[in-house]
Nanobody, 124 residues
Framework: QVQLVESGGGLVQAGGSLRLSCAASGRTFSLYNMGWFRQAPGKEREFVAAISKSGVNTYYADAVKGRFTISRDNAKNTVYLQVNSLKPEDTAVYYC?????????????????WGQGTQVTVSS
């Protein structure tokens, strides 16, 4: 069992930055691939970024490439999402997720554990 708690969301102007964090419980954090997803009102949850167990491999949605950076610190049981050059369309609840095996990395149903989410609101 893995429990995930996100933090770092907030209200920011367009062009601004935030650093989202996701703290995981347990001693086996390094055995999980981690992902960030987001869900805007009235829309389906969508993939944002993912990182492999070791942190060597990262994956991004086209909409965030070059602006968002995912990283992890296995010693601190934490995964991060640095979000830069924010746009109003980035407004959403951001969720982190964990899974032992993610063949596609981008699919919601591949992930077994989810946090409660953190709200990111970008004003124009």
């Amino acid at each position: 069992q893995v429990q995930l708690v996100e933090s770092g969301g907030g209200l920011v102007q367009a062009g601004g930055s935030l650093r989202l964090s996701c703290a995981a419980s347990g001693r086996t954090f390094s055995l999980y691939n981690m992902g960030w997803f987001r869900q805007a009102p009235g829309k389906e949850r969508e993939f944002v970024a993912a990182i492999s167990k070791s942190g060597v491999n990262t994956y991004y949605a086209d909409a965030v490439k070059g602006r968002f950076t995912i990283s992890r610190d296995n010693a601190k049981n934490t995964v991060y999402l640095q979000v830069n050059s924010l746009k109003p369309e980035d407004t959403a609840v951001y969720y982190c997720a964990a899974a032992r095996w993610t063949p596609q990395n981008t699919i919601v149903t591949e992930y077994d554990y989810w946090g409660q989410g953190t709200q990111v609101t970008v004003s124009s």
